[in-house]
């Protein structure tokens, strides 16, 4: 998967637990966890905006678009 998920770096920098960031935005430690592991399929605006909030972070910070083999070049269509 072309995204990758820095949900432990941010947390790290924040010096904060997944449990608090749970509890403060009113998700799941699983479903948090999941995120996390970069296994989530897809992400709620919703959740996104919260844990931005929270992070005081932009969602540039905690999502990652990396170039893989699979992806297509620039110049053909898909």
């Known amino acids: 998967m072309p995204i990758r998920v820095n949900l432990d770096r941010v947390l790290l920098d924040r010096r904060m637990s ?9 998700v799941t ?6 995120l996390k592991t970069g ?3 897809a ?6 905006a919260a ?3 929270e992070l005081d972070c932009q969602p540039g910070d ?3 678009y990396e ?3 699979d992806d297509p070049p620039d110049d053909e269509p898909e």
Do not use: Q, Y
């Not at 992400?43 to 996104?48: A, D, E, K, N």
């Open 18 to 26: 997944l449990t608090e960031l749970a509890d403060r935005v009113g």
């Open 29 to 34: 430690i699983a479903n948090l966890s999941i």
């Open 39 to 41: 296994k989530a399929r």
């Open 43 to 48: 992400v709620r605006f919703s959740t996104l």
């Open 51 to 53: 844990l931005c909030r």
């Open 62 to 64: 905690i999502l990652v």
């Open 67 to 69: 170039a893989g083999p």
